[in-house]
Antibody, heavy 118, light 109 residues
Framework: EVQLLESGGGLVQSGGSLRLSCAAS????????MSWVRQAPGKGLEWVST????????YYADSVRGRFTISRDNSKNTLCLQMSSLRADDTAVYYC???????????WGQGTQVTVSS | EIVLTQSPGTLSLSPGERATLSCRAS???????LAWYQQKPGQAPRLLIYGASNRATGIPDRFSGSGSGTDFTLTINRLEPEDFAVYYCQQSGTSPSFTFGPGTTVDIK
C-alpha cells in the first residue's frame, strides 16, 4: 500500500525558514518523480515543485523559485522541501504527491500546515 | 502557461442525478496530460481520471472523463451521497509545469 506522510509544518515568522519532509513507502521510490502541491486556506490547489526520480532534475513554480529547494534521499525514501524567505502568502497546507501515469498525481499525503505570520 | 477554467463554479444536484463538469484550457492540452481530482473537506485530493479518460485505480465506473484539445468534461452518473465534493482538473501538458483549475463544487440541492 502506497503511503506518503508529511512532517515539518508549523508556525514561522515572515522571512523565516522551514523544512518539510515526506516519508514514502509501498512503492519503489526512486522510480517516480515526486512533487509538492499546496492549498491556501479556502483556496484551490497550486503546484509548487517537482523532482525527477533520481533527483537530477528539479522544477519550480514562479511563485517559489529562488526561495524553495526540493530534494530527495532515495536511500531513505524521503522527499524534502526547504523553504526560505517565507511570506504570508506561503501559508497553506502542503501536500507531497507521487507522479503516476500521464503525469497525474496518483497518491497524496495527508498534508502538513505551514503558517507564516507577518 | 496554460490557464484552466472550470464551470460551473457550483453545481447543486440531488442524489441519483447526473453531474457534468467542464474544464477549458487557454491552449490545447496533450490528451494524455489532463487529470481530474476529487477533494472532500479536510482531506487530500484523490485522483479520479488521468489521461483525460482513464479511471484511476478503485474509481467507480459512474465517473467518466472525455474531451480533447481545450475542452474536457467529467461526468458523474447517478450521484451518490459520497460524491458531493470539490472537483479539480489539472494539466501537465506543458510539463514540467502543472496547473490546476479553480474547482467546481458539487453540493446537495
Amino acid at each position: 500500500e502506497v503511503q506518503l506522510l508529511e512532517s515539518g509544518g508549523g508556525l514561522v515568522q515572515s522571512g523565516g525558514s522551514l523544512r518539510l519532509s515526506c516519508a514514502a513507502s509501498g512503492f519503489t521510490f526512486s522510480n517516480y518523480a515526486m512533487s509538492w502541491v499546496r492549498q491556501a486556506p479556502g483556496k484551490g490547489l497550486e503546484w509548487v515543485s517537482t523532482i525527477s526520480g533520481y533527483g537530477h532534475s528539479t522544477y519550480y513554480a514562479d511563485s517559489v523559485r529562488g526561495r524553495f529547494t526540493i530534494s530527495r534521499d532515495n536511500s531513505k525514501n524521503t522527499l524534502c522541501l526547504q523553504m526560505s524567505s517565507l511570506r504570508a502568502d506561503d501559508t497553506a497546507v502542503y501536500y507531497c504527491a507521487k507522479e503516476g501515469r500521464e503525469e497525474a498525481f496518483d497518491y497524496w499525503g495527508q498534508g502538513t500546515q505551514v503558517t507564516v505570520s507577518s | 502557461e496554460i490557464v484552466l477554467t472550470q464551470s460551473p463554479g457550483t453545481l447543486s444536484l440531488s442524489p441519483g442525478e447526473r453531474a457534468t463538469l467542464s474544464c477549458r484550457a487557454s491552449q490545447s492540452v496533450t490528451n494524455k496530460y489532463l487529470a481530474w481530482y476529487q477533494q472532500k473537506p479536510g482531506q487530500a485530493p484523490r485522483l479520479l481520471i488521468y489521461g483525460a479518460s482513464n479511471r484511476a485505480t478503485g474509481i467507480p465506473d459512474r465517473f467518466s472523463g472525455s474531451g480533447s484539445g481545450t475542452d474536457f468534461t467529467l461526468t458523474i452518473n447517478r450521484l451518490e451521497p459520497e460524491d458531493f465534493a470539490v472537483y479539480y482538473c489539472q494539466q501537465s501538458g506543458t510539463s514540467p509545469s502543472f496547473t490546476f483549475g479553480p474547482g467546481t463544487t458539487v453540493d446537495i440541492k
